[in-house]
Structures are given as C-alpha cells and as structure tokens.
C-alpha cells in the first residue's frame, strides 16, 4: 500500500551545508500490519514521518502510495492525509471547538463531506474510541487527559484513513491511559484492517503490539524484522542508544543462573509462562 524507495533526505540550512537526516531507506506497509518505530533522538523518525504525509519531500528517492508516487507534480496531498492519519505527540493540544463532538467533525467537514455524513462519521469514530455518549457534547477541555487524546484520534479515525501514524500516542499518560490507547490501535487494526505506524520510546509496547519493528539509526534503516529478531540484537540495540524490553534482560539473567528458560523472551506473559514452564520440570 505505501512504499518507500531508496528515500533520502538533507535539511536544507541555506549556508549550502545541509543536515543528512535519511539515507537510503526502504521499507513497505502492507494493509492490516502493525509497525513499531523505534531510534534515538535524532535518528530520523520525525523526518520519515513528514515524508509520509508529503509535508517533506524526498531529497533522494520515491514514495509510493497505491504505486503512485505522492512527490509528483500534481498528486493530491489532501487525499493522501486523510487516508494517511497523523496522530502528533500531544495531538489534544490541537483540540480547538466548544463540544467533543464538533471537534471531531471538523476533518470531515474540512474535505467538504456532508453534514450528515460528517456527523455519522464522528458517532462512529467516537464509539470505536470507546468514549461514553455523555461526553459527546461537552467541551473537549472537561475531559480527562487519556480521554482527550482519544478523542484527538477519533477526530482523525473520522477520516476514515487506511494507515494510521502514531507518534508517541502514550506519552505523558498514565498506566491506565497508556493501555486503553495501545489496545485502541490493536483493535483498529484487527476490526478494520487499519495498518499502524507506531512511534514509541518504549521497547515493552513495541514488543508486545508491534508484527514487525523499524529501527533507525542516524538516519539509516537498521533493521525492518519481527520483534524476537530486532530484540535478539540487544548489544547492538545498546550501541545505538537503544535496548531489549527490561523482561528481556531478566530472562538471559535467569538462564545465565542455570534456569532452564528461552533467552528470546521480549513479553511478561510469554515470560510467565516460560518461568512456570521451568517449574515444572524442575518439580514434575
Ligand atoms: P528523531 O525524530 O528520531 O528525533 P529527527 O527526524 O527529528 O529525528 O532528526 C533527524 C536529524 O535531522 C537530526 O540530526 C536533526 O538534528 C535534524 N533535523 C531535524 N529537523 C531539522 C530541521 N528542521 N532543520 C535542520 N535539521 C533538522
């Protein structure tokens, strides 16, 4: 569905001596597929999502949406952004209107759909958020912090998009809120095929959700693997500011000790299981 080619980009500071912030980086997103994105401040990720929405273009290289590409001369960028959603950090700070309800029409409304039909969106988009329908008409400013952000995601899911780009979605949010977000990006994509683009800091999120995981390193893609295999590179991962999910470590940790336990271990129910598992053979 979306594909980058061999995409580079500079920073153009006007002395003539640019920022080099991608080199050569390709990758595909098929339909329905949750993609982690993970790399050190500075690594690129920000600058690959702007290409993504064609708010930069590539200095080097093509990205191909449905196999046309969005740089050409012509291509409709407004279309791409609402079949590609961006969730920016922090997106409740960009809710603006007097009800939760006319914030999320306001995309609809923006590409000139239907009153009718910009309402039946923001129903639907804010029951799939899971808000509860007396918030609908209440000012956005009323509502909780994780209750803000989803309905900042419902204002974008009432686009109706194909790829959904999520950069940070949990930070700032607390163990509750945190969850009740990355379960909404799991469902969307299993009830609706939505592909995601995840953007974390955090190793445990994207081991537990992600079916495959970038990792960007100075602007380069390091690795585009399933999670078992990008966290079986933890000394690789630390050389690049990065590392394992913590029950990663305590795993190798224990098999280490002489427990009898797998070392590529990257979630807290797999490693559950694993632990209880080595019980048993010790005490049958
Ligand atoms: P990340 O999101 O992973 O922190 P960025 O895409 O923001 O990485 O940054 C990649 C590189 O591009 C860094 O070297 C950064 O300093 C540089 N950079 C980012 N934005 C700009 C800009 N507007 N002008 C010049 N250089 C930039």
Do not use: W
Not at 196 to 219: F, K, N, P, Q, T
């Amino acid at each position: 569905m979306l594909e980058l080619e061999n995409v580079s980009f500079t920073y153009d500071n006007g002395a003539g001596v640019g920022t080099r912030a991608l080199e050569g980086v390709s990758f595909s997103v098929e339909p329905g597929e949750f993609i982690g994105l993970i790399g050190h401040t500075g690594s690129g990720k920000s600058t690959l999502l702007q290409l993504l929405i064609g708010l930069l273009k590539p200095t080097e290289g093509r990205i191909l949406f449905e196999g046309e590409d969005i740089g050409q001369k012509g291509y409709d960028l407004k279309k791409l952004r609402s079949r590609v959603g961006m969730v920016f950090q922090y997106p409740e700070h960009q809710l603006f209107e007097e009800t939760v309800f006319k914030d999320v029409c306001y995309g609809p409304q923006n590409i000139g759909l239907s009153q009718k039909e910009c309402e039946l969106r923001a129903y639907e988009a804010l029951r799939s958020v899971g808000l509860p329908d007396e918030c609908f008409y209440v000012s956005p400013f009323e509502l909780s912090g994780g209750q803000k952000r989803r309905v900042a995601i419902a204002g974008i899911l009432a686009m109706k998009p194909d790829i959904l780009v999520l950069d940070e979605p949990t930070a700032g949010l607390d163990p509750a809120g945190k969850n009740e977000i990355l379960d909404l990006t799991d469902e969307l994509k299993r009830d609706r095929n939505i592909s995601i683009i995840l953007v974390s800091h955090c190793m445990e999120d994207v081991a537990e959700y992600a079916d495959r995981i970038l990792v960007m390193d100075h602007g380069r893609l390091k690795y585009d693997e399933s999670p078992v295999v990008v966290f079986s590179h933890v000394e690789e991962l630390e050389k690049m500011g990065l590392s394992a999910p913590a029950v990663t470590y305590i795993m190798r940790k224990l098999k280490d000790r002489g427990v009898d336990v797998r070392n590529n271990i990257i979630t807290i129910p797999e490693a559950g299981a694993e632990i209880m598992a080595a019980f048993k053979r010790r005490h049958p």
